[in-house]
Every structure is written in C-alpha cells, then in structure tokens.
C-alpha cells in the first residue's frame, strides 16, 4: 500500500485507530465490554459506529493515494509534498489578535505578539475591538445601546486608537508576524463604528418600516397620532375588497398627525414610517449603518469617522 501523507500517521492507518483496525476504546477485541447500563451502551455504539467510520475513512484515503500515485500525481508540478508535509512559515496558522480597549497597551500587546511568534503562527487579524472609553460617544446612543459611560482605557477610533494600532502593526513586523488581514471593526455588525457612526451620523444609522393602523366604520372622520419618525404615507384599506386609497394627502403638522374622511363601509385607516432608532436597543450591536441606504453606506465608507 503506498505512503499515506503525514495527517494520517504515515502507517496506512489512522493514528487513532492504533494501528491495528479496531479503536483502542473498543478493547481492541471488536466487542464492547458488557455489564453496560442502558445509557452506556448506545454510548458504547456510538463509539462504535465512529469507529467504522474512521475505518471506511481509511479505506478511501488509501484508496485515493493509490489512484494518486498510479496518475503521477506526487510528481505533479502542482503540487510540491515536501512544501506540503512541512509548510513554509508564512503559510502556518495565523493568529486573531483580539483586545479589549479598556486594557490594551503597547506594552502587553506587544508581549501577546512575541508569544505567538515564539510558538510559530504568523500574523494574521489585527484587533478585534471592544471595550475601550466612551469619549465622543452622545447620550442618545449610550442610552439607546444600554452600554454604560466610561473613561477607562482608549477610545475607540481616537488619535490614541490609531497610534497604538500603528505601534502594533511595527511590533508585528519585527517579531515575522506581519498583519495579513486588517480587522479593525468594534464588535459585529461592521458599519457600528464602535457607536461612532450613530453619534455624529444618526441619519445615517439602520431605520425600520413602522405603521400604525386604526380600524373605523364609516362614513367618519379617522385620525391617527405618527410617532416621531419619517412619515412615508397612509392609505385607508376597504376590509371587504381590500382595495386601497392614497390619503397622504390628508397628511398635517410634518406629517405626525393624519385626519380623513372614511365612506360607508367597514376600513382600515393606516400611516406608515420609518424609525431612525431601530439600530438602538441591540446592545453592543446597536447604531449600525443602514444598509439600503446608498448615501449612508458612501459616507460611512468616505467621510472622517473618528471620535475627535
């Protein structure tokens, strides 16, 4: 049988099966041992069936060297097993470098980045944020996100944050574990900025479609109060045919408040709008940009974003 690569011990047979076709938790005999309670032996078959998997596992990946080795493919120009049983460093495992603002320094992250190049990973997903002050951040958000004011280490996006972030992408450099991803966003989803977006930009910040309704049996007079919002428009609704009738027209007072005359018949009354602080009561996740915007998202992506 031709040479498994490394992954799988080299022998023909998986590390974990022993070497020798039945998984050393089985006994090596095939046969579990009995005196099992009930849950211990469908636990024991379980067991047993990985096992059987593991074993058909290997069959395939003998059964793939062979094809492999019968086409040439280890002489492949494509593919150099050497290169592949021990990789070269920049293509090792990378590290997420993943700091909370509130206690990051040069000093100790400097420290975390000489400790992974002393273990071998190479650079990889700088600073993944959290934490940090809450300078330049406006009530209406902190309040909105629930999240608690705080002068406590640096603030996201400040001049302090971009220095540090500099000194870090050096320290990288030096110690052979260069950045290969920038990930610089304050928590998930990206367009948050760390509550930075909705701070200066509150127009800019996700809006959800809002209505309210009332049902009215006319002929009368509907009327209905709209939240504080972006009124978009009414419509009353004949609850027998469904059919509908613009009455945006009979919109007043910046369109907060809708007045009309309803027919004889049974209807719907309804105004609809937008809710500029939907992206709030989300936590951390809250003041996210709205998406559906192509304004928003151009210059959340263009205009100068930063807590000073």
Known sequence: MPRLPAVVGGTGVPPVMGGTGVPPVMGG?????VGLSDGASKHMTVRIALARLLTAA?????????IAAATGFETSQHVDFELFREPPREFRQQAWMTYNLS?????????QIRQWA??????GFYL???????????????????RKASDAGIAFLSEEYFALYAKIIEAGKQAGMPP???????????????????SKFPQYAAKSLEKVERDVTGPATA???????????????DLESRALVDVSAELADGGRRLACAVPTGRW????????????????????YVDYLDPEAVRASATRRITTT
């Open 118 to 123: 002393a273990q071998d990973l190479v650079g």
């Open 128 to 146: 993944g944020m959290g934490g940090g002050s809450t300078t330049g951040l406006s009530a209406e958000y902190l309040e909105g996100s629930g």
């Open 29 to 33: 005999t095939g046969v579990p041992p």
């Open 268 to 287: 719907k009354v309804m105004a609809f709008y937008l809710d500029p602080k939907a992206s709030l009561g989300q936590g951390n996740k809250s003041g």
């Open 180 to 198: 290969m991803v920038f990930y610089d966003e304050w928590g998930y989803p990206s367009g948050i900025a760390g509550g930075v977006l909705y």
């Open 223 to 237: 009327t209905l109060d709209v939240p504080v919002g972006i009124t978009l428009g009414a419509v009353r609704m």
């Open 58 to 66: 290997s069959c395939f990946l003998s059964l793939g060297t062979t």
């Open 103 to 111: 206690r990051a320094t040069e000093e100790n992250m400097t420290a």
